[in-house]
């Protein structure tokens, strides 16, 4: 793994941190990266497809579930599924580190400032520092950009 950023989203909304994990997927896939994006659960995954689909209306990310066995460029999965192959970034939305940050060449890490999310990055970040990972750490509006 070649890099990691927290993206700390300046809002506690859910709703918020989709649009930032929407424009990270985007600038993703517009640099030609392959795309993981790791929710907590498959209600999240359901609602980060629905988001991407509606995200903007002059623009299309290419994305599809896990169980759906796809191909696609971007693909979400709850953490309790299997990790695909052959992707260059993650954004983990889930509490926890995944297990296969080696298939990655990039990580992003994304929270609201929601407080629970918050301990759980904070977390993260240390278990990073302690790989000897160097984490960049960026707060973020949620509507900047947009």
């Known amino acids: 793994m070649e890099r990691v950023d927290f993206y700390i989203v ?3 909304a859910p709703a918020d941190c989709d649009a930032v994990v929407c424009r990270l997927a985007e600038k993703a896939w517009d640099s030609g990266l392959r795309l993981h994006i790791r929710t907590t659960d498959a ?3 359901a609602r980060m497809d629905k988001m991407l689909w509606i995200y903007r ?14 191909d696609d460029p971007i693909v979400l999965g709850a953490a309790d599924q299997y990790a695909p192959t052959g992707y260059d970034m993650l954004i983990n939305l889930a509490p926890d580190v995944s297990a296969r940050l080696d298939a ?10 929601e407080p ?4 759980a990055a904070r977390s993260r970040f240390k278990w990073y520092r302690d790989q000897g990972l160097e984490p960049s750490n960026h707060v973020i509006s949620a509507s900047r950009g947009r």
């Open 10 to 12: 300046e809002s506690e």
């Open 43 to 45: 209600a999240q995954a």
């Open 57 to 70: 209306q002059d623009s299309f990310l290419p994305h599809g579930l896990l169980d759906d066995n796809s």
């Open 104 to 113: 990655y060449q990039r990580v992003a890490e994304v929270a609201c400032r």
């Open 116 to 119: 629970v999310q918050l301990k």
